[in-house]
């Protein structure tokens, strides 16, 4: 069993600044990728950024220079630094693991979600 626990979101104005965590226990024996996805109002869920082994990140177009990602390996946690915020970030951010368990397996894991806010 792995949990995925998000802190963090909350209401911002626009232009402000938020920072996400996602705090990743249980039986992992190696994480691979994280990443966080969002989900505004009807729409579908979006990757915004990921990071994997060798802290090789990716971002969607949007957020580039705006978000950041990191990652404490020795407490396997993920951030999201979030500067700039505009009124369309906002959306429920999802925090995402693929890890390999203890068991040797590979599993994936979804955190509850956090809800950002951006007032215009």
């Known amino acids: 069993q792995v949990q995925l626990v998000e802190s963090g979101g909350g209401l911002v104005q626009a232009g402000g600044s938020l920072r996400l965590s996602c705090a990743a226990s249980?039986?992992?024996?190696?994480?691979?990728?994280m990443g966080w996805y969002r989900q505004a109002p009807g729409k579908q869920r979006e990757l915004v950024a990921a990071i994997r082994s060798g802290d090789i990140t990716n971002y969607r177009d949007s957020v580039k220079g705006r978000f950041t990602i990191s990652r404490d390996n020795a407490e396997n946690t993920m951030y999201l630094q979030m500067n700039s915020l505009k009124p369309e970030d906002t959306a429920v951010y999802y925090c995402y693991a693929h890890f390999l368990s203890t068991g040797m397996q590979n599993y994936d894991s979804w955190g509850r979600g956090t809800q950002v806010t951006v007032s215009s």
């Open positions: 249980g039986t992992i024996f190696r994480i691979n990728v």
